[in-house]
């Protein structure tokens, strides 16, 4: 049976008058509308992946590990001149030696989807190394009835996956030959389907081989993403995000799945990654009533831009870890 590739293209993407393409999500500030396997078209120069390994190295370089190793870190999936070096935060937890799949659970910006799917695909090719997708695991899931399939186009169309297969690559890239992932595109989830997500995950998270990478960038604040909350109490409008968006993250930090969605339902923040992070949550709670203790800390959290005025825009990032004591 010949092998399903996601197709890749060169770094970065370039436009027909031979200038770096910086396109723009709907809804993630420099972040590729049109995903091809990887491609990390933004405005950073990677023409070839030894530049972006060198990129990868330096950010990671400059981040501090907390000590204990990841079981899930929740990592923004914007273009990387925006957030690679936010996101270097959460992978810096990341413990190769221990570490041998990975699931990413990204949202689905673009499908309509009221569950969560499955890539058609075998490999996922990054400018690093090809990343295999675990068949083994993929059966399990599929065998439930809970997720469909995305087709090729969806898959590449999708960047909330795609960011954060350079980054998967590099951490782990002293255990590639052992290496496979679980990518999840995660839909418009009910609260119950959360709920019901979180509890089948958990199995998952428990097991110390597996990390789970929670694919999201928080508040997307401005009139072109029509949502402009604003607590003048707060002064600066780019002082209000964060006060928002730090309202949201001490409630992770909490683990309470409920708060969360309260908090969603009372400000409506724009956090595109949402129902990932509630299908995480979930999760945590299904194996603390094994008795299993765990805690969530955020480690850095940056915006795109420091809005002062009702026609700025900017899209906030935060990467955190979870870790089992």
């Known amino acids: 049976m010949a092998m399903r590739m996601r197709r890749a293209l060169p770094l970065p993407f370039w436009d027909r008058d031979g200038s770096a393409r910086r396109p723009l999500c709907s809804r993630c500030q420099g972040s590729s509308r049109r995903l ?69 659970l990204g949202p689905s910006h673009h499908a309509p989807l009221s569950r969560c799917a499955l890539s058609t695909a075998d490999i996922y090719r990054t400018p690093l190394y090809d990343l295999r997708i675990d068949q083994k695991i993929y059966g399990e899931l599929w065998k ?46 009910s609260d119950s389907k959360e709920q019901m997500y979180g509890e089948l995950f958990s199995k998952y998270l428990a097991d110390p081989l597996n990390l789970f990478v929670i694919s ?10 029509r ?32 708060s969360f969605n309260n908090y969603l339902k009372k400000y409506h923040n724009t956090i595109c990654g949402r129902h990932p992070i509630g299908v995480l949550l979930n999760a945590v709670a299904e194996l603390r009533k094994s008795g299993m203790n765990m805690a969530f800390s955020f480690l850095n959290y940056a915006q795109s831009s420091q809005c002062k005025n009702w026609e700025d825009s900017s899209v906030s990032y935060a990467a955190g870890t979870l870790m089992v004591h």
């Open 36 to 104: 091809a396997v990887c491609s990390v078209r933004d405005t950073v120069p990677f023409s070839s992946g030894p530049q972006l390994n060198a990129q990868l190295e330096n950010w990671l370089a400059q981040a501090q590990p907390t000590g204990r190793p990841a079981r899930a870190i929740i990592a923004p999936h914007a273009g990387y001149t925006y957030c690679g070096s936010c996101a270097a935060h959460a992978y810096k937890q990341v413990d190769p030696s221990i570490t041998r799949r990975v699931f990413i």
């Open 144 to 189: 439930t009835g809970m997720f469909e399939r995305m087709t090729i186009q969806i898959d590449e169309d999708e960047h909330s996956i795609e960011m954060h297969l350079p980054y998967t690559a590099k951490t782990m890239e002293s255990q590639k030959d052992e290496l496979t992932i679980v990518p999840v595109l995660v839909g418009a989830l």
């Open 216 to 225: 999201s960038d928080f508040c997307h604040w401005g009139q072109r993403f």
């Open 227 to 258: 949502y402009t909350h604003y607590d003048e109490s707060q002064g600066e409008i780019y002082r209000s995000i964060q006060h928002l968006d730090k309202m949201g993250m001490d409630i992770i930090e909490q683990l309470d799945a409920v």
